[in-house]
């Protein structure tokens, strides 16, 4: 079955910048909605960013404004491009892969496939 491997994580100090990357390990053959979620230690996961194939994207309020949600060239790729990044934002960082219509806030629910995580530490 075809998963999300994530990379582009690590640790880097307040106001700081980190690009997230993710790609299919697998073959996926439909053009998928892809997101990103977050866990940070002792809470729940929560939505991220999204792009749906129409390019249309969606960000947390949290996020908006400081990262950016993209598409690589390859099929079901994508791009988290994190700038002026805060120690709240601290979390494991998780790919998701869509087959249907996503919501603006999207649930964890309406993704069929999930990366690993990747650590993203901000320090102050």
């Known amino acids: 079955q075809a998963q999300l491997v994530e990379s582009g994580g690590g640790l880097v100090q307040a106001g700081g910048s980190l690009r997230l990357s993710c790609a299919p390990s697998?073959?996926?053959?439909?053009?998928?909605?892809m997101g990103w979620f977050r866990q940070a230690p002792g809470k729940e996961r929560e939505f991220v960013a999204a792009i749906e194939r129409s390019g249309s994207t969606y960000y947390a309020d949290s996020v908006k404004g400081r990262f950016t949600i993209s598409r690589g060239n390859a099929q079901n790729t994508v791009y988290l491009q994190m700038n002026s990044l805060k120690p709240e934002d601290t979390a494991v960082y998780y790919c998701?892969?869509?087959?249907?219509?996503?919501?603006?806030?999207?649930?964890?629910?309406?993704?069929?496939?999930w990366g690993q995580g990747t650590q993203v530490t901000v320090s102050s």
């Open positions: 998701a892969a869509a087959l249907f219509t996503i919501s603006p806030r999207a649930t964890e629910g309406e993704f069929n496939y």
């Open positions: 697998g073959r996926i053959f439909s053009t998928l909605n």
